[in-house]
């Protein structure tokens, strides 16, 4: 499908956009790519539990032994070439599709905490009513273009069904576009199922209505779920995030270049696996990456090892011709305290260097993803919404400053003049979370930190939020579909 | 002076390295060069209170109209050209030279703040303990090469002889390289004669022992104090970092091309003019970059025009020629919180991007720079540690990789590896102030945020730091030489 927008892996940039940064040089790129057929080759991957998979892998020349795939030298790479360099995902508001591998990241919040941190009542378990509000932040915040998927466990509701309530919450609370469930080939038929009611198809050949995250159990392998959910999205044209999960020094190699070849031999698997399920599957070179302190267990992000990592696997996806997901806000931290600030604000430039085209964990991720806030949410869609505008490039027209230098002069001051008043001040950019009175008053007002600040945009996104527009006809019908598959479900 | 390492201004990278970014087309960093010229041909710049240099610039053919320069088109540019492209600043400790324009950046700490924050106490007027305090910090951090020049204001001490004090104990708490006074022409005369007892120089040919800080009285304005200190540094052969002070809407245009063309204009003819004091004097052209919101009156940083502008002009820089100074670990948050690391390692990012060659407020800036705290001082040094990492790029040797792959394979785990436990974990960088206890730990401890741990790593550094060696001979003749120079002062 032929689409409008310039791709970021193109030579020619707009203008003042920073450039996806290119770290290896040709010839460790190269190196690491040989790496990775090596490991493919020699060392294997393992297709666990999925018979089928390993047939299909065997019929295309890979060597079988038991549940380990070895592929030939070049096989994944020639497979991966049938993988769209960009694809366009759909939003039941059609003014909120999104390019993947476009000119400008799509933004996605956190995936999957289980718990939720209350500044005031501290860690809890995440509810439903926590996904819920987390939902109409994501729909609530320009900044973010996507709305992801399991914004948070709602484990207050029954792990058998839950998925059919998030997906009845993405249709009803947000119009942006969204992501299936991957925890259980069922749970992703459901989401096909669900989604081709949301935007009226039928058959078979659908445009991209979902995305999916493939977790890879890294070191190279795939679990039967993971396979088997990959191969029913890619069945149905859907897209999918392939993973690699890379913790250096636990499920990678401890080395950015052993990290790399691992992860690239990973992804082009699963890419590969992908392409052989249905030539063009739309996919997504995907890559979590942390690092682990053996000394105290806790995860490293922002280290200058993680970044390197993040931003070379972003020219491997290139050189693949795959839209790239990684980063996003990450931290260890606890709370929404400076830690976590240094952290996330590292880990988005790290993800902007890359060129990463879907950017998961976006916003609202804490402690090393085991939890989420409301506040950290917002204050990440704040940095997010700075990063997109970074995508502009930088836009004054021509002479128009000269002017002002005029009106202005040696000793002047720019307050009052013509260019600053009118549209200048309007194009800055501002943060709606920090404090922006003067010490005095701010003094006076107790010393409220940051979280005080996102904990008031919280609230006022709440209270200006409209759900989106659904037809009464078609929310009945996706009504009636979770009724039905949770009684079927129920029933065992 | 012929230099052994490599220039971030040259092609080559170390492979791993991320690049210093040109945001600008050729075509456009040529029509804001041609902008410059404009206005320093037609708008002019002030030199005020200083007949002296307007007779200069008119030996040399600029018109003069009252303190008003105008340079024909070209000449400021002309004059560039004898400019050293690197130089290195000299320490004490011969071990601790650095090199300005070198392979990785030089990194100072804060500059200026009147104020203190006090994670307790609150807000005070800083004191000549903090700014002894802060010494014994730079001192001890390893990512901080560069001792800076005034830490804080000790507002406790008398204004007239302060100077002399902080260059006092710059000699006896560190033995890194310094920054010489530029508050009044008599000080950076007396900061010249210090370095010269210090060091153990005499006559006028001396290597670059000092560095000073002119700050550009945006727009378009050197009062006397900047040019007179300009002067005299140049004279001797010292080093002056000649800084715009771009505040987009206050002291520069409100758009990014504009206060470019402004701040190279202003830095051209800065450093045009100590060239013309003294051709080959080492120059850094400098760059103070911040927003204002006209609504609120609050500073902004590391938002996208202030990332732009940043790292725009390193690269009108690298025309240029001579080494760059922005950036820092900048923010307007009053305190340590989410708000104040967010900002700061944007800011941090963009200066990295810009390609800065000399860091002045790497560490221990608040309040847009009215304040300081030790805790923020080593929470950014954590930070420039990081950074500086990077600068080694990819270090792991080919192979080895495909070794510990083979050696765990799918499904397996790292923990244990051979490459894990040797060399791997003790490459791997690690923060000296994150919480990185299990959950449980840290919530049973009473939820300390990052300050807490800030805090305890300034005690950490206070408690194992070690004055310099200082020979007793020379320290009596510095100390004699502040006597003397203090009698003189207070005599009037």
């Known amino acids: 499908m032929p689409l409008p927008s310039s791709s970021p892996h193109s030579a020619v940039q707009p203008m003042g956009r920073i450039p996806p940064c290119d770290l290896l040089s040709e010839a460790k790129a190269a190196e690491i790519e040989a790496e990775a057929e090596t490991i493919l080759a020699e060392i294997g991957i393992n297709f666990a539990d999925h018979p089928e998979a390993l047939a299909r892998w065997q019929a295309v020349g890979a060597q079988v032994q038991g549940e380990r795939v070895y592929l030939p030298r070049g096989l994944a790479r020639k497979l991966c070439q049938t993988a769209p360099a960009r694809f366009v995902q759909h939003a039941a508001n059609p003014a909120r599709d999104v390019e993947i591998g476009g000119a400008r990241p799509v933004t996605a919040p956190v995936y999957g905490p289980p718990f939720v941190q209350d500044p ?26 996507h709305a992801g998927g399991t914004l948070c466990e709602p484990t207050d509701l029954p792990l058998e069904t839950r998925h059919l309530d998030m997906l009845l919450a993405h249709a009803t609370l947000s119009d942006k576009p969204f992501m299936g469930a991957s925890t259980d080939p069922e749970r992703a038929r459901d989401s096909i199922a669900f989604a081709k009611i949301l935007f009226g198809y039928e058959g078979t050949e659908l445009p991209v209505l979902l995305s999916a995250l493939i977790n890879i159990g890294s070191p190279l392998s795939f679990d039967a779920t993971m396979s088997r959910c990959l191969e ?15 913790i250096m020094g636990a499920t990678a190699p401890v080395t950015v270049e052993g990290a790399l070849a691992q992860a690239l031999a990973e992804v082009m698997a699963g890419i590969a696996y992908a392409q052989l399920i249905r030539s063009g599957a739309p996919v997504i070179f995907g890559l979590y990456a942390s690092a682990l302190d053996l000394r105290t267990g806790a995860s490293i992000f922002a280290s200058p090892e993680v970044t390197q990592l993040t931003i070379a696997a972003g020219q491997l996806a290139r050189r693949l011709g795959v839209p790239y997901r990684a980063g996003g806000c990450l931290t260890g931290a606890f709370q929404s305290d400076a830690h976590a600030g240094y952290e996330a604000a590292g880990s988005l430039w790290a993800s902007q260097l890359a060129g990463v085209d879907f950017m998961l964990h976006g916003c609202g ?32 027209p021509s002479g128009a400053a000269l002017a002002a230098l005029r009106e202005v002069g040696p000793g002047g001051h720019y307050l009052g003049a013509q260019e600053t008043l009118a549209e200048g001040q309007a194009r800055l950019w501002k943060s709606e979370v920090v404090e922006d009175r003067p ?54």
Do not use: N
């Open 120 to 145: 005031v009542a501290g860690r809890r378990d995440a509810r439903f009513g926590d996904f819920q509000l987390l939902m109409r932040l994501a729909q609530a915040c320009d900044s973010v273009t």
């Open 232 to 246: 029913l999205y890619a069945q149905a044209g859907q897209a999918t995030v392939i993973s690699a999960y890379a």
């Open 365 to 396: 991720w804490l402690e090393s993803g085991l939890a989420t806030s409301a506040e950290k949410f917002v204050l990440d869609a704040d940095q997010l919404s700075a990063m997109l505008r970074q995508y502009g490039g930088i836009a004054a």
């Open 439 to 492: 010490f005095d008053a701010w003094d006076h007002a107790g010393r409220p930190d940051t979280v005080w600040h996102a904990h008031q945009r919280v609230s006022a996104l709440l209270q200006t939020y409209q759900p989106p527009a659904l037809a009464p006809e078609r929310r009945a019908a996706l009504e009636a579909f979770v009724a039905r598959r949770k009684a079927e479900i129920q029933r065992g």
